[in-house]
């Protein structure tokens, strides 16, 4: 049987979001090595959403965290994570949710992201009279162009500013690299430290002002292992807890293991050469342009159709394959992929071994 086949595969529904166990675990301890060190790193949950994988990190030493939602955050707490960075900068009722996280789990740090002093503002006034002050970091721009401030002119005012405030502290900063994309590693070193090199020089202007800075959040999975050849950041890589066949594709350099692929089967053959299976939008992420998926075992494929709950493929292969086969897909985009699911199927060694509900899929508190 080839790694991705599964001897049980007939009690498994489709599409059913398959995880690997010991893959997983791989992909963490090569994480660990690749940072040196596991107090460096703090991995985004977002991929994953999933306690079982916040647990295996604590194992491993990995004590910070990143997420996206308090949901994330929520799941985090809960798996005795000790440090939270919610990677985003709170508005709306999201600021009264971070005080409830706060307050519920007095165990675990939490953290947020500001580039905005109104923002910061409400945080001031919701966390005034918290037991300790929450701690914020200054998001920068480093080339993504989403949020966070992109020079020291606007930087350091600003985190001025935040230092006088009551009820939050300063952290330090946050700077995500996700536009640094090529391919080439030379290229991509090249992008990553010009990113670097934004988030320094205002580091550097900070501290010659006076500022303390104690820690700079820094970087994707793309460019974490640029990074951490730098000994002074904190590292931030997600995607590659999981992998995809997107990174597997760009970034031959980093050879981490696909370890969630999609089970589905083939449900029709409308024709010579096609397949028609239960892979539609609701099952796999379908925001790139084809090819959303890389069928394991099965060779050339041309996408043919794609629509909410069909995947209509051409293959050679089509007339060995009758209905109700079984295919395996590697993702082409994992994170949200993950999210289109309520539970995953874990595998250990070749069978379908449990089942672990995405417990931060949904973006409220109390799941």
């Avoid at 971070?98 to 307050?103: A, G, H, I, Q, T």
């Avoid at 159709?305 to 493929?313: A, M």
């Amino acid at each position: 049987m080839a790694w991705y086949e599964i001897e049980n595969a007939a009690d498994v529904t489709s599409p059913s979001l398959l995880i690997f166990e010991a893959r997983v675990q791989a992909n963490l301890e090569r994480m660990v090595r690749m940072a040196g060190n596991a107090a460096r790193l703090r991995p985004h949950v977002k991929t994953h959403k999933l306690p079982q994988i916040v647990a295996m990190s604590l194992e491993l030493g990995i004590r910070r965290f990143k997420c996206a939602t308090l949901a994330e955050a929520e799941m985090c707490a809960r798996a005795d994570a000790p440090d939270v960075l919610f990677a985003y900068q709170p508005v709306g009722p999201n600021v009264a949710g971070l005080r409830l996280l706060v307050d519920a789990y007095p165990e675990t740090r939490f953290s947020c992201l500001v580039d905005d002093l109104d923002a910061a503002r409400a945080l001031s006034a919701t966390f005034a009279d918290a037991a300790t002050p929450l701690p914020v970091y200054l998001d920068l721009d480093v080339g993504m162009g989403r949020t966070g401030v992109a020079d020291a002119t606007r930087a350091a005012p600003l985190y001025a500013e935040l230092g006088r405030l009551p009820g939050i502290a300063l952290a330090g900063l946050h700077a995500y690299d996700g536009h640094v994309h090529a391919s080439a590693l030379d290229a991509r070193k090249r992008e990553a430290d010009a990113a670097f090199q934004i988030a320094d020089a205002i580091r550097n202007v900070l501290r010659q002002a006076g500022f303390a800075v104690p820690s700079l959040v820094l970087g994707g999975t793309p460019s974490f292992p640029i990074h951490a050849a730098r000994p002074d950041v904190e590292l931030s890589p997600g995607t590659c807890v999981l992998w995809d066949y997107g990174y597997t594709s760009h970034f031959p350099d980093l050879d981490f293991f696909p370890a969630a692929l999609v089970l589905t089967r083939v449900v029709s053959k409308p024709g010579a050469g096609l397949l028609c299976l239960d892979l539609g939008y609701k099952a796999i992420c379908s925001e790139q342009p084809q090819p959303r998926a890389h069928f394991l075992g099965l060779g050339p494929v041309r996408f043919v159709t794609h629509s909410e709950e069909h995947l209509v493929i051409e293959t050679a292969r089509a007339a060995e394959l009758p209905v109700g086969s079984v295919l395996y897909a590697v993702p082409w985009h994992i994170c949200p992929t993950v999210a289109l699911y309520d539970e995953a199927v874990v595998v250990r060694g070749t069978r379908a071994d449990e089942r672990w509900p995405i417990t931060a899929r949904g973006r409220s508190l109390g799941r």
